[in-house]
């Protein structure tokens, strides 16, 4: 390291000497027999010179160097600090306690928010979705009359509904605060939602992968309405939809790819309302709506692509009111039993009609 610093101090000397030659345009050196004091003492100034140069650059190698091991010493510390409060706060969540666990779930967030690398921070996050993914019995297949089972489940609830919250209010937060988890990994595969403050609200989930496959929302509704769904790839595979309401109203679509595939929605109610379509593709591709009043009122539909192919509708209403499409295609080719789809007051731009935006014999 030394060695090449140096060299390099030489060639740039060098390049500047020469540049400095030709500029003056010097033709040749004055050579002399004799040397007089004022060009020894010139030399002398030179050899110091020279020499305190190359003195200074050392130094500043080995400040440099001497930085880079503080910096990665303190990066250990901080690393080992944190993995000290991992430990305890994941032994927290383990706990029979439901206070103490609240604590560990804290304890995690605030884990989260400081860590010293990405990494850590998302696997504190990890943690977090892994304990929505431990096996829970939602409250409608508690036994009757068993109260010490309800008081335990209720419990249990509100340390998951805090983990959904925390999550939640970590999601809002702009993308460039430093304790904002935004394009982090969040994998909820088969966890199961239910009471009445499950909410999502407002989240943003831009970037990394976002997962509710096979999930269940068992009761008390799931709100995701005014959330942004932008650059991410976001999975709702096979999820069960067995509560109402479900809203996505007010939500953004752009980008990312969005996958509501073989999911099954028994809610009456499932809102799309006021929803923005700008781009990317949303896959509904053989979802069962199923006694449910599906509504994309007053949505806009811009660019990309939305698909219901091989999806089943029975016994509700698919309605599209006053809703907006402007390069978005459509493909419809469902399977509808008593169930109407409505484009009451629906404008379509650039002078496409409903053949030419939406493909299906039911738009027809």
Same mark, same amino acid.
């Given at each position: 390291?030394?060695?090449?610093?140096?060299?390099?101090?030489?060639?740039?000397?060098? =390049? @500047?000497?020469?540049?400095?030659?030709?500029?003056?345009?010097?033709?040749?050196?004055?050579?002399?027999?004799?040397?007089?004091?004022?060009?020894?003492?010139?030399?002398?100034?030179?050899?110091?010179?020279?020499?305190?140069?190359?003195?200074?650059?050392?130094?500043?190698?080995?400040?440099?160097?001497?930085?880079?091991?503080?910096?990665?010493?303190?990066?250990?510390?901080?690393?080992?600090?944190?993995?000290?409060? /991992?430990?305890?706060?994941?032994?927290?969540?383990?706990?029979?306690?439901?206070?103490?666990?609240?604590?560990?779930?804290?304890?995690? *967030?605030?884990?989260?928010?400081?860590?010293?690398?990405?990494?850590?921070?998302?696997?504190?996050?990890?943690?977090?979705?892994?304990?929505?993914?431990?096996?829970?019995?939602?409250?409608?297949?508690?036994?009757?009359?068993?109260?010490? *089972?309800?008081?335990?489940?209720?419990?249990?609830?509100?340390?998951?509904?805090?983990? @959904?919250?925390?999550?939640?209010?970590?999601?809002?937060?702009?993308?460039?605060?430093?304790? =904002?988890?935004?394009?982090?990994?969040?994998?909820?595969?088969?966890?199961?939602? #239910?009471?009445?403050?499950?909410?999502?609200?407002?989240?943003?989930?831009?970037?990394?992968?976002?997962?509710?496959?096979?999930?269940?929302?068992?009761? +008390?509704?799931? #709100?995701?309405?005014?959330?942004?769904?932008?650059?991410?790839? !976001?999975?709702?595979?096979?999820?069960?939809?067995?509560?109402?309401? !479900?809203?996505?109203?007010?939500?953004?679509?752009?980008?990312?790819?969005?996958?509501?595939?073989?999911?099954?929605?028994?809610?009456?109610?499932?809102?799309?309302?006021?929803?923005?379509?700008? +781009?990317?593709?949303?896959?509904?591709? +053989?979802?069962?709506?199923?006694?449910?009043?599906?509504?994309?009122?007053?949505?806009?539909?811009?660019?990309?692509?939305? #698909?219901?192919?091989?999806?089943?509708?029975?016994?509700?209403?698919?309605?599209?009111?006053?809703?907006? /499409?402007?390069?978005?295609?459509?493909?419809?080719?469902?399977?509808?039993?008593?169930?109407?789809? !409505?484009?009451?007051?629906?404008?379509? *731009? #650039?002078?496409?009609?409903? =053949?030419?935006?939406?493909?299906?014999? =039911?738009?027809?």
């Amino acid at each position: 390291m030394l060695v090449l610093a140096f060299l390099t101090a030489v060639a740039v000397a060098g =390049s @500047v000497f020469y540049a400095g030659w030709d500029l003056l345009d010097v033709q040749g050196i004055k050579t002399e027999r004799r040397l007089d004091s004022k060009t020894l003492f010139d030399l002398v100034k030179l050899s110091f010179g020279v020499v305190a140069g190359a003195g200074a650059l050392v130094a500043l190698i080995v400040a440099y160097r001497r930085q880079r091991v503080d910096e990665d010493g303190a990066v250990r510390d901080a690393t080992r600090l944190h993995n000290e409060r /991992f430990a305890t706060a994941v032994s927290q969540l383990g706990e029979a306690s439901p206070a103490v666990r609240l604590g560990g779930v804290h304890a995690l *967030a605030g884990l989260a928010d400081d860590a010293p690398t990405r990494a850590l921070r998302q696997t504190c996050i990890d943690v977090l979705c892994a304990y929505l993914r431990l096996p829970y019995t939602p409250e409608g297949q508690l036994p009757d009359g068993d109260v010490a *089972a309800r008081h335990e489940h209720l419990a249990l609830r509100e340390v998951r509904h805090t983990i @959904v919250r925390l999550i939640r209010d970590h999601l809002r937060l702009d993308a460039d605060h430093p304790h =904002s988890w935004q394009g982090h990994d969040l994998d909820f595969t088969g966890a199961v939602f #239910d009471g009445k403050h499950v909410s999502f609200a407002g989240s943003v989930f831009s970037g990394g992968n976002i997962s509710f496959a096979d999930a269940v929302f068992a009761t +008390g509704g799931i #709100d995701f309405g005014d959330c942004s769904f932008r650059g991410a790839n !976001v999975s709702f595979e096979n999820c069960a939809f067995a509560t109402s309401p !479900v809203s996505f109203a007010g939500a953004t679509f752009s980008s990312g790819f969005i996958s509501f595939e073989e999911a099954a929605f028994a809610s009456s109610s499932v809102n799309f309302g006021g929803t923005t379509f700008a +781009g990317g593709s949303v896959s509904f591709r +053989g979802a069962a709506f199923s006694g449910s009043a599906v509504g994309f009122l007053h949505s806009t539909f811009s660019d990309g692509r939305i #698909d219901f192919e091989e999806a089943s509708f029975s016994g509700g209403q698919l309605h599209f009111g006053c809703a907006r /499409f402007a390069g978005t295609r459509v493909d419809l080719t469902a399977n509808f039993t008593d169930c109407p789809v !409505v484009f009451t007051d629906t404008t379509f *731009a #650039d002078g496409n009609d409903l =053949s030419q935006t939406i493909r299906g014999t =039911s738009a027809r």
